[in-house]
């Protein structure tokens, strides 16, 4: 059974600095998900990785995937105040069958 | 991007009555899902479609039900709401890799 584990599960950082929030899993993947929900709203996906060695950037957020270490990042740089939000991560399991971990709830604060 | 619609958003309903929360995409998605989510909690994949008259269970047990006569259209129906059943169902589709999300409809049964 796949267990997707994220951590930290609160982060609570200044603006202007950075941070990593982790995501293991526990079986063979080559495709895993970042997602963010902001407070009483849906999911917007973020990135999407699909190979080992995966890197993509977007503004302040970057994410990367081991599928080896079965381990994924996202790392943020410089955070500002709009980055407030759950970050989800999600690894497939079989087929478009998504196993979501528990979420990081990330603060940043002024 | 997909488009992804939801209905209703919002829902009180009282114990013992029959509820269906309306899924629709018009992109064409073959596959379709339905994810329960508490409040700061994580998704679980409660019921998926990868196309016409095809449904699965998914990993959460839940006492749902779901039917796919049109490939738009995943409706999910509670024949007895009960108050466990009080949480955030969130419909998704996807065509490659990445799913896409609806709104959401935040049900409370009383």
């Known amino acids: 059974e796949l267990k997707v584990e994220q951590n930290p599960l609160f982060l609570s950082m200044q603006e202007g600095k950075n941070y990593t929030i982790y995501c293991n899993y526990s079986?063979?993947?080559?495709?895993l998900y970042w997602y963010r929900q902001d407070p009483g709203k849906s999911l917007e996906s973020l990135f999407v990785?699909?190979?080992?060695?995966a890197v993509k950037q977007e503004g302040r957020l970057m994410a990367s995937l081991d599928t080896k270490a079965r381990l994924s990042t996202l790392h943020i740089t410089a955070a500002v105040h709009d980055l407030s939000a759950t970050y989800f991560c999600?690894?497939?399991?079989?087929?478009?069958?998504?196993?979501f971990g528990a979420g990081t709830i990330l603060r940043v604060k002024s | 991007e997909a488009d992804i619609y939801q209905t209703p958003r919002y829902l009180v309903i009282g114990t013992g009555k029959k509820i269906t929360l309306e899924c629709s995409q018009t992109?064409?998605?073959?596959?379709m899902y339905w994810y329960q989510q508490d409040p700061g909690m994580e998704l679980h994949l409660i019921h998926y479609?990868?196309?016409?008259?095809?449904?699965e269970k998914g990993d959460l047990s839940s006492e749902s039900t779901v039917s796919r006569i049109r490939t738009e259209h995943f409706p999910l129906t509670l024949e007895s709401a009960r108050p466990s059943h009080t949480s955030q169902y969130l419909c998704?589709?996807?065509?490659?890799?990445?799913?896409?999300f609806g709104p959401g409809t935040r049900l409370t049964v009383t």
């Open positions: 998704a589709s996807s065509e490659g890799p990445e799913q896409y």
């Open positions: 079986t063979t993947s080559d495709r």
């Open positions: 990785l699909l190979s080992n060695g």
């Open positions: 999600a690894v497939d399991e079989d087929g478009n069958k998504l196993v």
């Open positions: 992109m064409g998605h073959d596959k």
């Open positions: 479609s990868y196309g016409v008259n095809s449904t």
